[in-house]
């Protein structure tokens, strides 16, 4: 059974990257039509999904993200990477990986891990 879980530092300083780690189990991230997103949730509001890395190996953003972001793999680890640069403290938000197949069936979560944003 698929597990995704999320690590990495949880205080980032302004000006910043902000780098997190998702190591999944029981499922290859390169496993046909499957998408390994990432997707934040800002305090007291909803989700806002950031991107994905595609089992081809292609990687997507949100559009207002993509010049700050960049999602990576390491196949060999099962392991997919968010970069998010340049964070100010709005980007502080629990933040999740997640399965997908295709882009909208959304079927396995990691337990979200908090980032702040503080100097």
């Known amino acids: 059974q698929v597990q995704l879980q999320e690590s990495g530092p949880g205080l980032v300083k302004p000006s910043q990257t902000l780098s997190l780690t998702c190591t999944v189990s029981?499922?290859?991230?390169?496993?046909?039509?499957?998408?390994w997103n990432w997707i934040r949730q800002f305090p007291g509001k909803g989700m806002e999904w950031m991107g994905a890395?595609?089992?081809?190996?292609?990687?997507f953003y949100l559009s207002s993200l993509k010049s700050r972001t960049s999602i990576s793999w390491d196949t060999s680890k099962n392991q997919f990477t968010l970069q998010l640069t340049s964070v100010t403290s709005e980007d502080t938000a629990v933040y999740y990986c997640?399965?997908?197949?295709?882009?909208?069936?959304?079927?396995?979560w990691g337990q979200g891990t908090q980032v702040t944003v503080s100097s």
């Open positions: 997640a399965r997908a197949l295709k882009l909208t069936d959304f079927d396995s």
């Open positions: 029981g499922d290859s991230i390169t496993t046909n039509y499957y998408y």
């Open positions: 890395i595609a089992y081809t190996g292609t990687s």
